[in-house]
């Protein structure tokens, strides 16, 4: 049984959330809220997880008739590394007034970037990350959060397991 991810072309079970309903929600209520600029940041990555990320959001631009304003960093140890690039795509798109990051982690480094360029959450850019992360309850004001529901998966899979 695989867990947070499925293979496209294996005959396996699996345990998901649905990746792509939570950035399609995320972006959509941006939307709904008037804001029409609203990027998508995340590791350019080819698992299936990620790709409905981007897929989610993509639709809910395409709904709404936005533009895309998509950036894929590759995955790093080093949070600068993760961190410039981010950075350089903030500052190339200078008429964004929203992110949605694809990842927890990206979302903590977009934060350092946010703060690098002197931009405030919400006032300036409104932000909301795919995941929790512990350091995002350091934020004010605290991030919206598209969660994955993974401890009540772990016990739902302890129960039926």
């Not at 919400?122 to 512990?134: E, G, H, Q």
Request: glycine share 4%; charged share 20%; with cysteine.
């Amino acid at each position: 049984m695989l867990f947070d991810r499925y293979l496209q072309h294996a005959d396996t079970d699996y345990v998901i959330t649905d990746n792509k309903a939570g950035t399609h929600q995320a972006t959509n209520m941006l939307a709904k809220n008037g804001y029409k600029k609203i990027a998508f940041i995340t590791f350019a990555n080819p698992q299936v997880q990620m790709r409905d990320r981007l897929q989610g959001y993509l639709d809910a631009i395409k709904q709404n008739n936005l533009e895309h304003f998509v950036a894929e960093v590759l995955f790093s140890r080093n949070d600068q590394d993760i961190t410039k690039p981010i950075l350089d795509f903030l500052n190339q798109h200078k008429q964004l007034d929203a992110v949605v990051f694809g990842t927890n982690h990206v979302g903590a480094c977009g934060l350092k970037a946010i703060q690098q360029l002197g931009l405030k959450v919400p006032d300036d850019l409104a932000v909301i990350s795919f995941d929790d992360y512990d350091v995002f309850q350091l934020h004010s004001p605290l991030l919206r959060l598209s969660r994955s529901p993974f401890n009540k998966l772990l016990i739902r899979l302890s129960i039926y397991c």
